[in-house]
T-cell receptor
Framework: GNSVTQMEGPVTLSEEAFLTINCTYTATGYPSLFWYVQYPGEGLQLLLK???ADDKGSNKGFEATYRKETTSFHLEKGSVQVSDSAVYFCALSLPASQAGNNRKLIWGLGTSLAVNP | GAVVSQHPSWVICKSGTSVKIECRSLDFQATTMFWYRQFPKQSLMLMATSNEGSKATYEQGVEKDKFLINHASLTLSTLTVTSAHPEDSSFYICSAGGQGSSWEVGELFFGEGSRLTVL
């Protein structure tokens, strides 16, 4: 079946450190891939996305590249800030042509990131 | 970007009472809405999917008579927790997919979440 696996947290970094949060997926067909972020006490918001192989999503200094050969979508940031402290979720969605009326996001378990000053 | 508003953001109720949470799409027509429950260790559990004008589709293990979902219009879905008990205390999050390119590629917009505490 379709699934998303992301590295377990919590991840604790010092400000300006390099961040990688690994995400791999299993899916039939050609899913879209997403990273969502949840800041403390808030709902989720889209951080970045990629809809086809080799696409790179980027936003707020974060990047992730859709690698079909390794079925991965790792999240990276070159220099994290205290304000990046949040929970990060990797997710996939199959296109409507595949999922039909059963379309939904398939979620990873989330990775908590704490950035210390 | 598209905005989804969820209300109330937090609610405290007595055991045995019912609580209604509203989810509104403010600037787009939400053909599909999803309700999630988030547990303390952050994992998201999909409770149900609702399409406008249709009965909600519940995930396995979610009691449809306890968690009533109504999606009567393209801008409003409600979740009612009936006869709430302390074990129903949780963070409930709605999300919406609308007409147009974003949902075609699977992007969802999320409400701010509602913290329910049942005493």
């Amino acid at each position: 079946g379709n699934s998303v696996t992301q590295m377990e947290g919590p991840v604790t970094l010092s400000e300006e450190a390099f961040l990688t949060i690994n995400c791999t997926y299993t899916a039939t067909g050609y899913p879209s891939l997403f990273w969502y972020v949840q800041y403390p006490g808030e709902g989720l918001q889209l951080l970045l996305k990629a809809t086809k192989a080799d696409d790179k999503g980027s936003n707020k200094g974060f990047e992730a590249t859709y690698r079909k050969e390794t079925t991965s979508f790792h999240l990276e940031k070159g220099s994290v800030q205290v304000s990046d402290s949040a929970v990060y979720f990797c997710a996939l969605s199959l296109p409507a042509s595949q999922a039909g009326n059963n379309r939904k996001l398939i979620w990873g378990l989330g990775t908590s990131l704490a950035v210390n000053p | 970007g598209a905005v989804v508003s969820q209300h109330p953001s937090w609610v405290i109720c007595k055991s045995g009472t019912s609580v209604k949470i509203e989810c509104r799409s403010l600037d787009f027509q939400a053909t599909t809405m999803f309700w999630y429950r988030q547990f303390p260790k952050q994992s998201l559990m999909l409770m149900a999917t609702s399409n406008e004008g249709s009965k909600a589709t519940y995930e396995q293990g979610v009691e449809k008579d306890k968690f009533l979902i109504n999606h009567a219009s393209l801008t409003l879905s409600t979740l009612t927790v009936t006869s709430a008990h302390p074990e129903d205390s949780s963070f409930y999050i709605c999300s919406a997919g609308g007409q147009g390119s974003s949902w075609e590629v699977g992007e969802l917009f999320f409400g701010e979440g509602s913290r329910l505490t049942v005493l």
